[in-house]
């Protein structure tokens, strides 16, 4: 049995539920996953339910149904999200894919710094690499032990991606736990009780492969041997289990990703290479595993896996395990994640703490503060928002678009996410005039978020009940061919989606539905009548994050500080090359042209004179100026030649030429 406590419960309030439970015949010990405080009580006590629920500081008390209880659903509706290393950078569950990577077993210094060099360059945000090896002969290669383990630490710190290794035995742990981040319980030793109490106990991070004969029961029971000795931090890993196919090492249990994310509220990942076993086979299987909704994967890469110690076979090349980071960062935004990228979750993310930290009228504090969308809680935008920034990140929510860039502009939140435009019904115009209206505000970061609708509607409401339906006109125009089935339907437009799903909420009709996306049914605890009702599946919306610019330009990359107009000096990119943020790969522009033949032309030809890829070209009437028109440009900023320089040329050739900002572009 668990009792979930409220947030702000007292100590003495605390110390009462614990000793009403011990007078009772239970076990307790406490627990905690972020923000929730429980204690759990384990024994054949006898309690009375509805007098445990009324004492002061007790929310509910959680009898799940399950032999686990620590790790179960039942417990925690919310997806756990699982920090690794000393900063807690690196993070699993939630919104982004993790990837581990690196070779089966540390062999050298050379062959693990080479390991670690490759594999961060791809995409991996943490290093695996066993120095104690369970092999199933006793003549195989056994492992480096320690000295493969400082090795290790060595790569890791020059790399700056945290550990993680293997435990394969109790007595070993203690000694092993201030050189990882992380430990491994691998599959052999799934159902160690001892070493499972005793690397529990230490309260590091905790990766649980899952047994190659083990049920998804026995497995998630010895997730809560982990728990209940208490550690906070358990990462289910499926490796593949033995089933009566040979072809394979073993056979990748797909299913028990779904079974297990409903089940338990711990973040599942799959390990491709050895539940597959040949390497030809495991960028397919890992693809499959993402898709399937796994939180990340761990991979074997080898710079030379035909030399390899140990599980050469299955291990990827450096190419290979490139090639695969390209194709689940564009798999990503499918099953509505992120790839998470070194050193910071995103770019943009990187680019704001720098600016939060280092400007003239930020430091510590301006970081502190929330970052504004427009709508309510089950926003897409708010969806676009953690992405960018991590769910930690303070929020606040602004009635309309103009809102955000007041907010920026004024102070009161560090960055905005403003919507600008969808795949499906094109360019949000408001947002674009709003950019030319606030010219202290810059572009910083994208993201590009698929967009899922849904009918949604009250408890008692079904289709036929409906005769009204509420939505932003975006969310209508992207489900036009579903409306279009629907005539009699009387369409009424709300400012953003998530707040026509409130009002539904609020007012309770059956005859109401609203269109917005699942996560703010979830958010009122309506009903979906219909999932995924957009005209197309391919429908991403583009989201901006926008910064307000400081006088210094001094601090920060282009875009997030710096002049207010475009300066184009080479500062700049040495800003950027210094801020610790990736280099922008992207920028938008409006200008517009003489109104004679060939000046769009003459533009367009330096871009392409340059290398300039152009992303995006849209003309736009200009307010006041009857026929008259600007452009809005999305171009890329190659790796090689000024950039800047090109933007002074361009300068030179238009009117009104406003630089809105340089970012790095999502996919
Ligand atoms: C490993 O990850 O190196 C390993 C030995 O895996 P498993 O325990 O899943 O066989
Ligand atoms: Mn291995």
Not at 424 to 440: K, Q
Not at 605 to 615: E, H, P
């Amino acid at each position: 049995m668990i009792v979930v406590l409220s947030k702000n419960i007292s100590a003495r309030d605390k110390e009462l539920v614990r000793v009403y439970l011990r007078d009772r015949g239970f076990a307790v010990r406490d627990q905690r996953f972020g923000d929730d405080q429980m204690i759990g009580a384990a024994g054949k006590g006898l309690v009375d339910l509805r007098e445990l629920g009324l004492l002061p500081g007790v929310e509910r008390v959680a009898a799940t149904s399950k032999p686990y209880e620590l790790a179960s659903r039942e417990t925690r509706a919310e997806d756990s999200i699982v920090s690794v290393g000393e900063t807690g950078n690196v993070k699993i569950g939630g919104a982004r894919i993790t990837v581990i990577a690196g070779p089966c077993a540390v062999e050298s210094r050379e062959q693990i710094r080479e390991t670690a060099e490759r594999v961060r360059e791809s995409g991996a945000v943490l290093l695996r690499g066993g120095a104690y090896k369970p092999r199933t002969s006793p003549y195989a290669f056994q492992g480096l032990g320690m000295k493969g383990l400082e090795y290790m630490k060595e790569a890791a710190e020059a790399c700056a991606m945290p550990i993680v290794t293997e435990v394969v035995s109790p007595e070993l742990a203690l000694d092993m736990k201030d050189l990882t981040d992380m430990f491994q319980i691998g599959a052999r030793n799934m159902q160690n009780f001892e070493l499972l109490k005793k690397v529990g106990a230490l309260g590091k991070p905790v990766l649980l492969k899952r047994g190659p004969s083990a049920t998804v029961e026995e497995w998630l029971l010895s997730a809560e041997y982990l728990l209940a000795a208490g550690t906070k931090d358990v990462v289910l890993c499926e490796r593949g289990i033995r089933t009566f196919e040979t072809y394979t090492r073993n056979t990748l249990d797909i299913s028990a990703i779904p079974v297990v994310k409903s089940l338990s509220h711990l973040p599942v990942i799959v390990d491709p290479s050895h539940a597959v076993g040949i390497r030809a086979k495991v960028s397919s299987a890992a693809l499959a595993a993402i898709a399937a909704g796994a939180d990340g994967l761990t991979v074997e890469v080898h710079p030379r896996p035909d030399d390899a110690l140990s599980d050469g076979p299955q291990s990827l090349y450096p190419e290979q395990f490139e090639k695969l980071m390209r194709d689940i960062e564009a798999l990503a935004p499918v099953v509505g994640k992120e790839l998470l990228r070194t050193p910071q979750p995103n770019p943009s993310a990187a680019a704001f703490r720098k600016s939060g930290a280092d400007s003239p009228g930020g430091g510590a504090a301006l970081s502190a503060k929330p970052v504004a969308y427009n709508g309510e809680s089950g926003a897409f935008a708010e969806q676009a928002l953690v992405r960018v920034f991590g769910e930690e990140t303070p929020r606040t929510q602004v009635q309309s678009f103009r809102g955000i860039f007041d907010a920026v502009l004024e102070g009161s939140a560090r960055a905005g996410i403003v919507p600008v435009e969808n795949s499906l019904a094109g360019s949000v115009h408001e947002n674009y005039d709003l950019f030319l209206r606030y010219p202290d505000i810059a572009i910083v970061g994208e993201v590009k978020l698929r967009i899922v609708h849904c009918l949604i509607a009250g408890k008692r409401a079904d289709m036929d009940s409906i005769s009204t339906v509420r939505s932003h006109p975006q969310g209508f125009a992207q489900c036009r061919d579903f409306l279009d089935k629907h005539p009699s339907w009387v369409l009424e437009a709300c400012n953003n989606t998530a707040a026509a799903v409130g009002s539904i909420a609020r007012e309770g009709a059956a005859n109401v539905a609203a269109i917005a996306g699942a996560a703010a049914a979830k958010v009122h605890g309506l009903k979906i009548l219909k999932e995924g009702i957009e005209t197309n599946p391919l429908n991403y919306t583009r989201f901006l994050v926008i910064s307000r610019k400081f006088s210094d330009g001094a601090s920060g990359p282009p875009g997030a500080a710096g002049d207010t107009t475009f300066a184009g000096t080479a500062g700049d990119a040495e800003a950027w090359a210094s801020s610790g943020s990736e280099k922008p790969d992207k920028a938008s522009l409006v200008f517009s042209v003489p109104d004679k033949p060939g000046s769009l032309f003459a533009c367009l030809k330096i871009m392409a004179d340059n290398g300039l890829n152009l992303s995006k070209l849209e003309s736009r009437p200009i307010e006041g100026k009857p026929w008259e028109y600007q452009f809005y440009v999305d171009v890329s900023i190659p790796e090689q030649g000024d950039f800047f320089t090109v933007m002074e040329e361009l300068k030179t050739r238009t009117e009104d030429f406003r630089f809105l900002g340089a970012y790095r572009g999502s996919l």
